[in-house]
């Protein structure tokens, strides 16, 4: 069986994370400009405890799915929430369980 490897993103990953966050806009019927993709990616990078992060994930060496994410603080709880932005696993890979490992992560 395969295994998911799923890590942080590194400033090598920039291709296939414009692939599959591209597929993750057109499955919801989103386009955004070119200043969205490079501010988003920078954001990814960006220190600082309020910023957005990502992970991606993989099943044979091959980028599979992706998952944006970010803490926040609440009125409800001393310690930051983790808000899941964004969540997508490549339509040929879904059922394989690319999603609850990004979950998971």
């Not at 960006?46 to 926040?72: N, R, S």
Request: aromatic share 14%.
């Amino acid at each position: 069986m395969s295994e998911i490897i799923v890590r942080p993103l590194a400033q090598s990953d920039h291709a296939d994370w414009r692939r599959l966050w591209t597929d993750y806009l057109t499955f919801y019927e989103t386009k955004l400009p070119e200043e969205v993709y490079a501010v988003t990616w920078k954001r990814l990078f960006t220190p600082g405890e309020f910023e957005p992060k990502g992970f991606i994930a993989t099943l044979d060496g091959k980028a599979v799915g992706l998952t944006h994410f970010l803490y926040h603080r609440s009125g409800w709880s001393e310690k930051n929430n983790c808000y899941l932005q964004d969540l997508f696993a490549d339509p040929d890979v879904r059922g394989k369980g690319i999603g609850a490992a990004l979950i998971n992560a």
